[in-house]
């Protein structure tokens, strides 16, 4: 996956992410972004580079309401990333949303290994993929 800057490390990227929008937002801690927001923000391809990173966030600044940025805040482009767009881009079945979130917080825990992720959910591996698939959840890389 290609990444802001080749040489960039995930963890870089975030902090990258991170002091943009505390730039954007007028200083430190005045924005948090949720986990899942964070998680698509690191993972997306950013083919705009630094600029299309700044207007995005410049726009999330903008619309954010209660001092939060949060998945839905998320502009569609971002969302979908190299998926069609004739697809939806969250579900809409609140069990689906459910299932989504919990299988995005588990793998963010056990730091996106898939084989401990699918234990802990008694899936198969295959069914777990076919899953991340079917919510668009890619691993950050």
Known sequence: ????????????QAELIR???DGEAGG??????EPEAMALMDAYE???NIRQLRNTLRTLVGLSEGGVIRVD????DLLLGEESLDRPARPSN???VAERDAILRE????????????????????TLYRKMKRYRIKPPR
């Open 1 to 12: 996956m290609k990444r802001l800057f080749i040489a960039i490390d995930l963890q870089v």
């Open 19 to 21: 002091h943009l929008l």
């Open 28 to 33: 430190p801690g005045r924005l948090e972004i």
């Open 46 to 48: 950013w083919p705009g």
């Open 73 to 76: 805040d998320l502009p569609d």
């Open 94 to 96: 609140p069990l689906d």
């Open 107 to 126: 793998l963010e825990a056990a730091h996106w290994n898939v084989t401990r992720v699918a234990s802990k959910l008694t899936l198969s591996r295959n």
